[in-house]
């Protein structure tokens, strides 16, 4: 008696299970093609990349810094704001491509920092930060002896 109610719950299940598969909307995956890169992103990927580099200094002052030379010190924003569209309007007219890297000093305030960010932000500048978050103490962590 037992093995026979087994043997009917075991077609009640196949027989659902053909069910839904008459019914279910069986299709055939296609493959999409992704659109391929432009002529305009192979224009600009070609051009090189130049880093402009804005320095923030413990004192709060702004560097702005090309190839290893100074373009602009100063303490503030908006002149910053300034030469940072000047030296990246240069750059693109040279034919490349300027990426302004924000270097904090540990000690400057981070104020500064997000100051600089902002203007990238507003301005739509490629950007980056170069920050070093290594913990610099005058004493030892551990003292194992």
Known sequence: MRGG???RLVDVVL?????????SDIQVKRQLRLPGPSESETVQQASETVFLFVKIDPADRYRLVL????????ADVEVLR??????????????NQPVIIIDPDPQATVQRTISVFDICE??????SINMDLSLQTEQ???NIQ
């Not at 300034?82 to 007219?93: F, H, K, N, P, T």
């Open 140 to 142: 030892p962590l551990l």
């Open 15 to 23: 027989i659902l299970l053909f069910g839904f598969l008459a019914i």
């Open 67 to 74: 190839d290893d030379q100074e373009l602009l010190a100063v």
């Open 5 to 7: 109610m087994i043997i």
């Open 122 to 127: 507003e301005e739509n500048l490629v950007k």
């Open 82 to 95: 300034g030469g940072l569209l000047d030296a990246s309007r240069q750059i693109r007219e040279a034919g």
